[in-house]
């Protein structure tokens, strides 16, 4: 049975995005359960289910990475933490799209800087603290959600699911952002209609448009102009900064693993 | 006469070319400052030179010029447009014969072509041009033979010649590429014969020499052709006047030869390589459009074909039944994707494929028109394919067919 998560809905809207090296997103889809009530959001290393309360999806949002404990002891440092996030979302792009990996690159690159250039605004307000310093922040950047393809609401009673298909989707909290780099392909009529209706209708989604030529630059400069103001300071509203593996995450992997000794 | 085939495409228009239907290598649109789109459609013989067909509306095509050889011991199987001028090329039938070589026409009055250029490359052991590629204005890439180029095979004639265009009237060539071995002279030794064919006859497989050569303004200092049997080759021309070898890849043997055109897909990193069919009722069969992982261009891989109808079916339908031509993303008003592949493959009609999974090519839409009357074969021969920015679908019957126009409902 297809759960028709439906973004255009007046009751509770949701927003199933399939996302990474999947090559069928309609059979993704079709292995999907209604997200439970009072669920604020889904994530996996699929899929995201979203609705307009659903907070921000960040590096450090539960679900997408999978880090077992062992895999977090063996890491040191926060920029070792940061670099396995990048490997993990650099995987779910294809390797035959340059254009898309250079956007990730450029964009890891930038939200590191970002963190550089603000260092006294997110230093911990006592400078004696070593609690965290501000290298920590970047984990509260934007997930980069690669080849998503974002459901379409069911328009004509067909069986088939449609997806608008975005180059990288991005959730800012009340805000989907989709990126599409441009200059690359034609796009066929289907292709551009599914991405009106997702325009037009969705609720809370903008589009970025891209344009190859300067991810091609050498000096892979990330396009922060492009993208609406809040993108660039992505710690704003945040108290504290978190890491990726969350203490309860740690709980949980620590006594699954000791029921599995004892069984 | 059969029934069309169709899945995911609309045939918006037929069109006989005024009973000159036999559709050679060369499709390409022009823009015109009035707001008008002109078709330039090469033929694959004699007697017409080549055909201009208004397609505004696609629905609606009308030849607007047509155009005559100047004898029937040549043809002129290739041309490219780029802004209003015309570039045809000319391919004789018998060794020395004139004139050989490539002509460029102003064809800003598209009813009224006028030649502004010629450039002879005609010689004893030469047959002219056989394809040329000119995307920039600039430069044609071309495959020719030349006055002072002895091949050791006589089917070796046609190699690698870059054409520097940008004064019409005093085109000059700046760079030249042969496959080592295919010259009288060469330290290295001839290439072994891939399948062997009496020598007389000057046409067809069995040869050593250019294709096609793709070269795009992304990357100018890169060429890619497509060398019969000797397979793909990676150039470097950088500095034209001295091209050298980035990388080469060749299935021949154990597959039977005839590669065609290699396009690069540069933000993939991939090539689509195809071997063109050149034998009747499929006895060269298979002739593969393969997928070519080029990350590394030093490192070429085959990692796939596009999936071909059964050759229990269409090998014996009449004709030819394999891979050919390929819309080549060139610039202008072209359809450009790196992730939908549209190929000619003769009797199988138009064939459009998604790569977006490149190790699983998938056939998303097709077109086989019927078989149309008075071709020598029972079945359509598609042997051209060109797509617009729109999408619209161009495609040239090898016999008889002339023009079909279709819509990719995808």
Known sequence: ?263 | MTEAQSNNMKLLAHNTLDGFGGVGEGMALQLTNKGRRILWIAHEGPPKNFTGVDVTDPKNPKVVCQTELKHENMRSNSLEVTGDILAVAYQVYQLGVQPAGIELFDVSDPENPKSIGFHDTSGPHSRGVHCLWFVDGEYIHCASGSSDFEPRHPRDDQFYQIIDVRNPSKMEEVGRWWMPGTREGDDAPPPERVNPEPMEELRGGDAFRLHNANVYPEHPDRAYLGYIDGGCFILDISDKSNPTVVSEWCPHPPYPGFTHTVMPLFDRGLLVVTDECIKDDGVDWPKLTWIIDARNEKNLVPISTLPMPPVEEYGHKGGRFGSHNLHENRPGPSFRSEEIIVGAFFNAGVRVYSIKNPYQPELIANYVPPGPENSRVPTIQINEVYVDENAIVYAGDRWAGGLYIMEMEI
């Open chain 1, 1 to 263: 049975m297809l759960v028709n998560y439906d973004f255009t809905s007046g009751n509770d809207p949701q927003t199933l995005l399939v996302y990474g090296m999947v090559t069928d997103p309609a059979a993704v889809t079709r292995s999907l359960s209604p997200m439970p009530p009072d669920t604020p959001f889904l994530l996996s290393n699929r899929f995201a289910v979203v609705s307009p309360s659903s907070p921000a999806l960040r590096l450090n949002s539960p679900g997408w990475i999978d880090l077992s404990p062992i895999q977090m002891m063996e890491i040191a440092s926060t920029a070792d933490i940061f670099d396995l996030c990048c490997d993990r979302v650099m995987g779910n792009a294809s390797p035959f799209s340059r254009s898309l990996r250079a956007f990730l690159e450029a964009y890891f690159k930038f939200v590191t800087a970002q963190t550089e250039n603000h260092r006294t605004q997110l230093e911990p307000a006592d400078a004696e603290s070593d609690v965290f310093n501000h290298a920590d922040w970047v984990f509260s950047a934007w997930l980069p959600l690669p080849h998503a393809h974002v459901l379409l609401p069911d328009a004509d009673g067909s069986d088939e699911p449609r997806f608008a298909e975005l180059d990288v989707a991005f959730l800012l909290g009340g805000r989907l952002l989709g990126v599409m780099i441009e200059g690359i392909n034609t796009k066929t009529k289907s292709q551009h209609q599914r991405l009106q209706y997702l325009e037009e209708r969705h609720p809370f989604a903008t589009i970025v448009r891209v344009p190859v030529a300067g991810l091609e630059d050498k000096t892979g400069a990330f396009p922060a102009d492009l993208f609406p103001a809040p993108f660039s300071h992505f710690w704003e509203g945040l108290d504290l900064p978190q890491g990726p593996y969350r203490l309860a995450a740690l709980m949980d992997d620590l006594g699954e693993s000791g029921k599995q000794k004892g069984s």
